[in-house]
Protein backbone atom coordinates (compact mmCIF):
# COMPACT_ATOMS: atom_id res chain seq x y z
CA UNK A 1 0.00 0.00 0.00
CA UNK A 2 3.35 2.35 0.78
CA UNK A 3 3.76 2.28 -3.07
CA UNK A 4 0.68 3.11 -3.88
CA UNK A 5 0.73 6.47 -6.00
CA UNK A 6 -0.62 9.37 -3.45
CA UNK A 7 0.09 7.22 -0.73
CA UNK A 8 2.61 9.16 1.53
CA UNK A 9 2.33 6.58 4.92
CA UNK A 10 0.98 4.07 6.37
CA UNK A 11 -0.35 3.25 10.12
CA UNK A 12 -0.05 -0.04 11.81
CA UNK A 13 -1.40 -1.50 14.95
CA UNK A 14 -2.86 0.26 17.58
CA UNK A 15 -2.33 3.70 17.02
CA UNK A 16 -3.90 5.65 19.57
CA UNK A 17 -0.51 6.71 21.44
CA UNK A 18 1.60 6.96 18.20
CA UNK A 19 -0.54 9.24 16.24
CA UNK A 20 -0.69 11.82 19.48
CA UNK A 21 3.38 11.05 18.98
CA UNK A 22 3.02 12.07 15.36
CA UNK A 23 1.13 15.11 15.79
CA UNK A 24 3.21 16.66 18.37
CA UNK A 25 6.35 15.97 16.37
CA UNK A 26 4.45 17.83 13.50
CA UNK A 27 3.38 20.19 15.74
CA UNK A 28 6.79 21.63 16.64
CA UNK A 29 8.60 20.64 13.59
CA UNK A 30 9.90 18.30 15.20
CA UNK A 31 11.63 14.94 12.92
CA UNK A 32 9.03 12.37 12.36
CA UNK A 33 10.37 9.77 10.56
CA UNK A 34 11.18 7.23 12.50
CA UNK A 35 7.69 7.41 14.90
CA UNK A 36 6.72 4.37 15.91
CA UNK A 37 3.46 2.55 14.07
CA UNK A 38 4.07 4.85 10.80
CA UNK A 39 5.75 4.04 7.79
CA UNK A 40 7.03 7.21 5.46
CA UNK A 41 7.57 7.32 2.07
CA UNK A 42 10.10 10.30 1.38
CA UNK A 43 11.69 11.25 -2.23
CA UNK A 44 14.78 9.09 -0.85
CA UNK A 45 13.05 5.82 0.58
CA UNK A 46 10.74 4.17 2.52
CA UNK A 47 10.98 4.44 6.67
CA UNK A 48 9.96 1.46 8.28
CA UNK A 49 9.88 2.08 11.81
CA UNK A 50 8.80 -0.89 14.49
CA UNK A 51 5.44 -1.23 16.49
CA UNK A 52 5.52 0.33 19.75
CA UNK A 53 3.92 -2.39 22.71
CA UNK A 54 0.60 -2.64 23.05
CA UNK A 55 -1.21 -0.25 26.07
CA UNK A 56 -2.09 -3.48 28.58
CA UNK A 57 -3.92 -1.22 30.59
CA UNK A 58 -7.40 -0.33 28.42
CA UNK A 59 -7.97 1.92 31.39
CA UNK A 60 -5.21 4.32 30.72
CA UNK A 61 -6.73 5.40 27.19
CA UNK A 62 -9.00 8.20 27.09
CA UNK A 63 -12.86 7.83 25.94
CA UNK A 64 -13.71 8.44 22.25
CA UNK A 65 -14.79 11.91 21.55
CA UNK A 66 -18.29 11.46 20.65
CA UNK A 67 -18.56 15.20 20.13
CA UNK A 68 -16.41 15.16 16.87
CA UNK A 69 -19.49 13.70 15.30
CA UNK A 70 -22.02 15.98 16.59
CA UNK A 71 -22.51 17.47 12.96
CA UNK A 72 -24.18 14.57 12.22
CA UNK A 73 -27.99 14.46 12.93
CA UNK A 74 -27.37 10.79 12.92
CA UNK A 75 -25.13 10.01 15.14
CA UNK A 76 -26.46 13.34 17.46
CA UNK A 77 -29.78 12.46 17.46
CA UNK A 78 -29.44 8.43 18.01
CA UNK A 79 -30.96 6.68 20.83
CA UNK A 80 -28.17 4.02 20.34
CA UNK A 81 -24.35 4.13 21.30
CA UNK A 82 -21.82 1.99 20.71
CA UNK A 83 -19.34 1.09 23.46
CA UNK A 84 -16.07 -1.32 23.01
CA UNK A 85 -14.52 -3.15 26.19
CA UNK A 86 -12.04 -4.87 25.25
CA UNK A 87 -9.21 -5.59 22.80
CA UNK A 88 -7.77 -8.84 21.16
CA UNK A 89 -9.69 -11.90 20.20
CA UNK A 90 -7.72 -15.34 21.39
CA UNK A 91 -9.45 -16.99 18.49
CA UNK A 92 -7.98 -17.41 14.71
CA UNK A 93 -11.11 -17.93 12.72
CA UNK A 94 -9.96 -18.29 8.77
CA UNK A 95 -11.70 -15.89 7.56
CA UNK A 96 -10.52 -13.28 9.98
CA UNK A 97 -7.40 -10.98 10.16
CA UNK A 98 -7.13 -11.55 14.04
CA UNK A 99 -4.39 -14.21 13.31
CA UNK A 100 -2.37 -11.76 11.39
CA UNK A 101 -2.77 -8.96 14.43
CA UNK A 102 -1.48 -11.41 17.14
CA UNK A 103 1.42 -12.51 14.96
CA UNK A 104 2.40 -8.49 14.91
CA UNK A 105 2.62 -8.74 18.68
CA UNK A 106 4.72 -11.58 19.64
CA UNK A 107 5.18 -12.13 23.43
CA UNK A 108 2.52 -9.34 24.55
CA UNK A 109 -0.71 -9.25 26.10
CA UNK A 110 -3.01 -9.31 23.21
CA UNK A 111 -6.17 -9.99 24.90
CA UNK A 112 -6.90 -7.21 27.27
CA UNK A 113 -10.25 -5.39 28.66
CA UNK A 114 -11.44 -2.52 30.33
CA UNK A 115 -11.89 -2.60 34.29
CA UNK A 116 -16.30 -2.93 34.37
CA UNK A 117 -15.76 0.90 36.46
CA UNK A 118 -13.82 2.25 33.54
CA UNK A 119 -16.68 0.83 30.81
CA UNK A 120 -19.94 1.85 33.32
CA UNK A 121 -18.42 5.57 33.57
CA UNK A 122 -18.04 5.79 29.64
CA UNK A 123 -21.93 4.74 29.61
CA UNK A 124 -22.66 7.60 32.34
CA UNK A 125 -21.02 10.09 30.55
CA UNK A 126 -22.84 9.19 27.33
CA UNK A 127 -26.10 9.00 28.70
CA UNK A 128 -25.60 12.42 30.28
CA UNK A 129 -24.54 13.75 26.80
CA UNK A 130 -26.75 11.67 24.67
CA UNK A 131 -30.21 10.33 24.71
CA UNK A 132 -29.36 6.78 25.13
CA UNK A 133 -31.90 4.45 25.33
CA UNK A 134 -30.18 0.92 24.06
CA UNK A 135 -26.39 0.21 24.48
CA UNK A 136 -24.48 -1.67 21.77
CA UNK A 137 -21.39 -3.50 22.99
CA UNK A 138 -19.26 -4.00 19.58
CA UNK A 139 -16.97 -6.70 21.59
CA UNK A 140 -16.19 -9.54 19.36
CA UNK A 141 -16.95 -11.67 22.39
CA UNK A 142 -18.36 -10.25 24.96
CA UNK A 143 -18.66 -13.88 27.24
CA UNK A 144 -15.19 -14.57 27.43
CA UNK A 145 -14.13 -13.74 30.73
CA UNK A 146 -17.16 -14.97 33.74
CA UNK A 147 -15.86 -13.17 36.17
CA UNK A 148 -15.81 -9.89 34.50
CA UNK A 149 -19.62 -10.49 33.69
CA UNK A 150 -20.56 -10.59 37.38
CA UNK A 151 -18.87 -7.58 38.34
CA UNK A 152 -20.49 -6.19 35.08
CA UNK A 153 -23.83 -7.23 36.09
CA UNK A 154 -23.81 -6.08 39.52
CA UNK A 155 -22.54 -2.34 38.82
CA UNK A 156 -24.36 -1.81 35.25
CA UNK A 157 -27.38 0.63 35.51
CA UNK A 158 -29.55 -1.50 33.91
CA UNK A 159 -30.11 0.58 29.91
CA UNK A 160 -31.22 -2.29 27.67
CA UNK A 161 -28.25 -3.34 25.75
CA UNK A 162 -27.14 -5.82 23.07
CA UNK A 163 -23.89 -7.78 22.62
CA UNK A 164 -21.86 -10.26 20.78
CA UNK A 165 -21.29 -13.68 22.28
CA UNK A 166 -19.58 -17.25 21.56
CA UNK A 167 -21.94 -19.92 21.76
CA UNK A 168 -19.26 -22.49 23.06
CA UNK A 169 -18.28 -20.49 26.34
CA UNK A 170 -22.14 -20.03 26.83
CA UNK A 171 -23.53 -21.77 29.93
CA UNK A 172 -27.17 -20.63 32.01
CA UNK A 173 -24.96 -18.53 34.70
CA UNK A 174 -24.00 -16.24 31.66
CA UNK A 175 -27.44 -15.86 30.24
CA UNK A 176 -29.33 -15.36 33.47
CA UNK A 177 -27.26 -13.11 34.56
CA UNK A 178 -26.80 -10.90 31.85
CA UNK A 179 -30.72 -11.34 31.61
CA UNK A 180 -30.87 -9.76 35.17
CA UNK A 181 -28.68 -6.62 33.69
CA UNK A 182 -31.65 -6.16 31.22
CA UNK A 183 -30.21 -7.58 28.00
CA UNK A 184 -32.57 -7.58 24.96
CA UNK A 185 -30.91 -9.06 22.36
CA UNK A 186 -27.18 -10.83 21.63
CA UNK A 187 -25.84 -11.96 17.96
CA UNK A 188 -23.93 -15.14 17.89
CA UNK A 189 -21.66 -16.81 15.37
CA UNK A 190 -23.53 -20.08 13.54
CA UNK A 191 -21.53 -19.38 10.53
CA UNK A 192 -21.60 -22.86 8.92
CA UNK A 193 -23.80 -25.88 9.60
CA UNK A 194 -21.78 -28.19 8.01
CA UNK A 195 -19.57 -29.72 10.88
CA UNK A 196 -16.41 -30.34 8.37
CA UNK A 197 -16.59 -26.64 6.71
CA UNK A 198 -17.58 -24.75 10.25
CA UNK A 199 -14.57 -26.15 12.02
CA UNK A 200 -11.68 -27.50 9.65
CA UNK A 201 -12.24 -24.75 6.82
CA UNK A 202 -13.72 -22.09 8.95
CA UNK A 203 -11.99 -22.96 12.52
CA UNK A 204 -14.80 -21.87 14.17
CA UNK A 205 -14.12 -25.42 16.91
CA UNK A 206 -17.54 -25.57 18.23
CA UNK A 207 -19.95 -28.36 17.84
CA UNK A 208 -23.90 -27.95 16.58
CA UNK A 209 -24.70 -29.28 20.20
CA UNK A 210 -23.39 -26.10 21.58
CA UNK A 211 -24.64 -23.73 19.24
CA UNK A 212 -28.35 -25.29 19.47
CA UNK A 213 -27.54 -25.11 23.55
CA UNK A 214 -27.05 -21.64 23.17
CA UNK A 215 -29.98 -20.90 21.57
CA UNK A 216 -32.31 -22.86 23.47
CA UNK A 217 -30.81 -21.07 26.88
CA UNK A 218 -31.11 -17.15 25.07
CA UNK A 219 -34.95 -18.55 24.19
CA UNK A 220 -35.38 -20.21 27.80
CA UNK A 221 -34.59 -16.36 29.17
CA UNK A 222 -36.65 -14.73 26.51
CA UNK A 223 -32.95 -12.74 24.78
CA UNK A 224 -33.76 -11.90 21.39
CA UNK A 225 -30.82 -12.99 18.98
CA UNK A 226 -29.38 -12.59 15.59
CA UNK A 227 -27.04 -15.45 14.22
CA UNK A 228 -24.18 -15.10 11.69
CA UNK A 229 -24.26 -17.18 9.23
CA UNK A 230 -21.64 -17.93 5.82
CA UNK A 231 -22.22 -19.29 2.62
CA UNK A 232 -20.49 -20.01 -0.23
CA UNK A 233 -17.59 -20.92 1.93
CA UNK A 234 -14.40 -22.73 -0.39
CA UNK A 235 -14.88 -25.91 -0.81
CA UNK A 236 -18.20 -26.12 0.09
CA UNK A 237 -21.55 -27.01 -2.13
CA UNK A 238 -24.82 -26.05 -2.47
CA UNK A 239 -26.22 -28.80 -0.11
CA UNK A 240 -23.74 -27.17 2.58
CA UNK A 241 -25.25 -24.44 2.34
CA UNK A 242 -28.18 -25.89 2.45
CA UNK A 243 -27.41 -27.59 6.30
CA UNK A 244 -26.33 -24.08 7.68
CA UNK A 245 -30.47 -22.52 6.43
CA UNK A 246 -31.70 -26.15 8.62
CA UNK A 247 -29.38 -25.40 11.41
CA UNK A 248 -31.06 -21.92 11.68
CA UNK A 249 -34.58 -23.66 11.60
CA UNK A 250 -33.61 -25.03 14.55
CA UNK A 251 -32.07 -22.19 16.56
CA UNK A 252 -34.80 -19.98 15.36
CA UNK A 253 -33.33 -16.87 15.41
CA UNK A 254 -35.14 -13.37 15.61
CA UNK A 255 -32.87 -12.85 12.55
CA UNK A 256 -30.21 -14.60 10.61
CA UNK A 257 -27.60 -12.30 9.38
CA UNK A 258 -26.09 -14.14 6.02
CA UNK A 259 -23.26 -13.73 4.15
CA UNK A 260 -21.34 -14.50 1.35
CA UNK A 261 -17.49 -15.42 2.29
CA UNK A 262 -15.26 -12.73 1.06
CA UNK A 263 -11.64 -13.96 0.80
CA UNK A 264 -9.70 -10.86 2.62
CA UNK A 265 -5.98 -10.47 2.16
CA UNK A 266 -3.44 -12.35 4.54
CA UNK A 267 -6.63 -14.61 6.29
CA UNK A 268 -6.35 -18.13 5.80
CA UNK A 269 -9.15 -18.68 3.91
CA UNK A 270 -7.34 -16.92 0.90
CA UNK A 271 -5.00 -19.64 0.59
CA UNK A 272 -7.55 -22.47 0.88
CA UNK A 273 -9.39 -20.93 -1.49
CA UNK A 274 -6.14 -20.42 -3.61
CA UNK A 275 -5.04 -23.67 -3.21
CA UNK A 276 -8.05 -25.47 -4.36
CA UNK A 277 -8.24 -23.06 -7.64
CA UNK A 278 -11.70 -21.47 -6.41
CA UNK A 279 -9.68 -18.20 -6.17
CA UNK A 280 -6.72 -16.18 -7.82
CA UNK A 281 -5.07 -13.78 -6.32
CA UNK A 282 -4.74 -11.28 -9.03
CA UNK A 283 -8.39 -11.19 -8.52
CA UNK A 284 -8.19 -9.29 -5.24
CA UNK A 285 -10.07 -6.18 -6.28
CA UNK A 286 -13.15 -8.14 -7.13
CA UNK A 287 -13.70 -9.33 -3.25
CA UNK A 288 -16.89 -6.62 -2.55
CA UNK A 289 -19.26 -6.26 0.39
CA UNK A 290 -20.45 -9.65 1.86
CA UNK A 291 -23.83 -8.99 1.21
CA UNK A 292 -23.71 -8.70 -2.42
CA UNK A 293 -21.43 -11.82 -4.48
CA UNK A 294 -19.30 -14.34 -4.06
CA UNK A 295 -16.13 -13.81 -5.83
CA UNK A 296 -15.18 -17.21 -5.97
CA UNK A 297 -15.57 -20.08 -9.00
CA UNK A 298 -17.93 -22.34 -7.40
CA UNK A 299 -20.93 -24.49 -8.67
CA UNK A 300 -24.37 -23.19 -8.14
CA UNK A 301 -23.20 -19.60 -7.91
CA UNK A 302 -26.33 -17.89 -8.43
CA UNK A 303 -28.27 -20.64 -6.58
CA UNK A 304 -26.28 -19.60 -3.56
CA UNK A 305 -27.01 -15.65 -3.84
CA UNK A 306 -30.81 -16.23 -3.99
CA UNK A 307 -30.15 -18.63 -1.08
CA UNK A 308 -28.47 -16.05 0.85
CA UNK A 309 -31.33 -12.67 -0.05
CA UNK A 310 -34.30 -15.32 1.11
CA UNK A 311 -32.35 -17.38 3.62
CA UNK A 312 -34.42 -14.91 6.29
CA UNK A 313 -37.40 -15.11 5.05
CA UNK A 314 -37.48 -19.06 5.01
CA UNK A 315 -36.29 -18.91 8.58
CA UNK A 316 -38.80 -16.50 10.13
CA UNK A 317 -41.44 -18.56 7.64
CA UNK A 318 -40.19 -21.82 7.73
CA UNK A 319 -43.20 -23.55 5.38
CA UNK A 320 -41.11 -22.02 2.50
CA UNK A 321 -38.66 -24.84 3.29
CA UNK A 322 -40.43 -26.71 1.24
CA UNK A 323 -40.44 -24.56 -1.81
CA UNK A 324 -36.49 -23.83 -1.22
CA UNK A 325 -35.04 -25.47 -4.33
CA UNK A 326 -38.08 -24.51 -6.71
CA UNK A 327 -37.15 -20.53 -4.99
CA UNK A 328 -32.85 -20.86 -5.20
CA UNK A 329 -33.50 -22.00 -9.15
CA UNK A 330 -35.17 -19.57 -10.20
CA UNK A 331 -32.15 -17.53 -11.83
CA UNK A 332 -33.93 -14.31 -13.12
CA UNK A 333 -35.45 -13.48 -9.72
CA UNK A 334 -32.10 -12.14 -8.00
CA UNK A 335 -33.21 -9.02 -7.96
CA UNK A 336 -37.09 -9.77 -6.63
CA UNK A 337 -34.96 -11.57 -3.95
CA UNK A 338 -32.67 -8.61 -3.49
CA UNK A 339 -35.71 -6.28 -3.00
CA UNK A 340 -37.71 -8.36 -0.32
CA UNK A 341 -34.21 -8.72 1.76
CA UNK A 342 -33.33 -4.63 1.69
CA UNK A 343 -36.98 -4.39 3.26
CA UNK A 344 -36.79 -7.52 5.58
CA UNK A 345 -33.22 -7.24 7.02
CA UNK A 346 -33.88 -3.38 8.38
CA UNK A 347 -37.22 -4.08 9.93
CA UNK A 348 -36.03 -7.21 11.80
CA UNK A 349 -33.07 -5.14 13.21
CA UNK A 350 -35.56 -2.32 14.28
CA UNK A 351 -38.65 -4.27 15.17
CA UNK A 352 -37.64 -7.47 16.29
CA UNK A 353 -34.23 -7.47 17.70
CA UNK A 354 -34.08 -4.06 19.21
CA UNK A 355 -37.74 -2.46 19.39
CA UNK A 356 -38.24 0.58 20.33
CA UNK A 357 -40.48 3.70 18.70
CA UNK A 358 -38.81 5.81 15.72
CA UNK A 359 -39.66 9.26 15.38
CA UNK A 360 -40.54 9.88 11.51
CA UNK A 361 -37.13 11.40 11.29
CA UNK A 362 -35.46 7.88 12.43
CA UNK A 363 -37.83 5.86 9.94
CA UNK A 364 -36.69 8.45 7.10
CA UNK A 365 -32.84 8.21 7.61
CA UNK A 366 -33.47 4.24 8.61
CA UNK A 367 -34.91 3.74 4.94
CA UNK A 368 -32.13 6.31 3.38
CA UNK A 369 -29.50 3.74 4.74
CA UNK A 370 -30.70 0.62 3.82
CA UNK A 371 -31.99 1.16 0.47
CA UNK A 372 -28.85 3.24 -0.70
CA UNK A 373 -26.44 1.35 0.54
Known sequence: MIKEEGVDCVAQGECELALADLINSLEKNQP???????????????????????????????????????NFKETRFSKIHNFITSRGCPYSCSYCFNHQLKQMYPGQKYVRRRSVDNVIEEIR????????KRVHFEDDTFNIDKQWIREFVAK?????????????????????LLKEANCLSVTFAIEAGNNRIRNEILKRNMTKEQIINCAKLLKKYKIRFITENILANPTSTLSNDVETLDLNLVCQPDYPTVSLLQPYPQTEILRIA???????????????????????????????????????????????RKWLNFLIYRRNFTFVYSFFYSLWRPYCLVFKITPHRLSLREIFWLIRRYLTS
Do not use: H
Open 274 to 320: VENNQFSEKNIDKIKSFFKISPFEIPNKIERTNLQRIFALVVAFPFL
Open 125 to 132: QVAADYNL
Open 32 to 70: YLETENFWFKTKRKIFKSPLRKLEENLDNLSFPDRALLD
Open 156 to 176: YPKIPFKYNLRADLVDEEIIK
